[in-house]
């Protein structure tokens, strides 16, 4: 998987466009004036750097090299910070670090490690903090032939349901959820209409 995303992100375009993710922006400037946000899986930067230009402190991470490099690009044309680590999760030394939230936007993970990653996010946000999750769910390899261009995993093991996310982040009250057909239209590599699973969440243990 890390050549399959250094190949993609080495395309000189931002392949998922420069904007945050449409639900990602709402989630910010509704429920997290500040704080410190953790971004796993965040590919070019265009979440970290609209975050990042909110105040926020943000740490985000990503196993392609070239991910970071066109984020670090995209950060200084904004004129912010980011701290970007490249790897995969249990190796960055997260562990003691806290954090306001997290998001997870399009962010799938292999089945054997799916559960895992989540929890281990779910450990690093403090009490009150957010989970923000934004991904295609199962019902949306159905979508794939009719939009080739819309994205996500073939591997229908790697989407979501509802009660994946509830289970994994079984610390977090929902705040709101939803699921259902979207039309995407995030660079040249989410365009069409989709299955997606929306959810806010807030840890109460």
Known sequence: MKEFWDNKYSANEYVYGEEPNDYFKYALDTFLPSGKLLLPAEGEGRNAVYAA?????????????????????????????????????????LTGETFTAAALIYAH????????????????????????????????????????????????????????IRNDFDDFEPVESSEGELELSEGSSHIGIGNVIRFIGRKVK
Request: net charge positive; aromatic share 8%.
């Open 53 to 93: 230009r909110k105040g926020l402190k943000v740490v985000a991470f990503d196993q392609s090299i070239e991910g970071k490099k066109k984020a670090i690009k995209l950060a200084g044309k904004a004129g912010v910070k980011i701290d970007y680590r490249v790897g995969e999760l249990p190796d960055l030394q």
């Open 109 to 164: 993970f292999i089945p054997q490690l799916r559960s895992e990653y989540h929890r281990l996010i779910g450990k690093l946000i403090k009490p009150e903090g957010l989970i923000i999750v934004e991904g295609f769910s199962k019902e949306h390899i159905e979508y794939q032939d009719k939009y080739p261009n819309i994205g996500g995993p073939r591997n229908i093991e790697m989407l979501y349901t509802m009660e994946m």
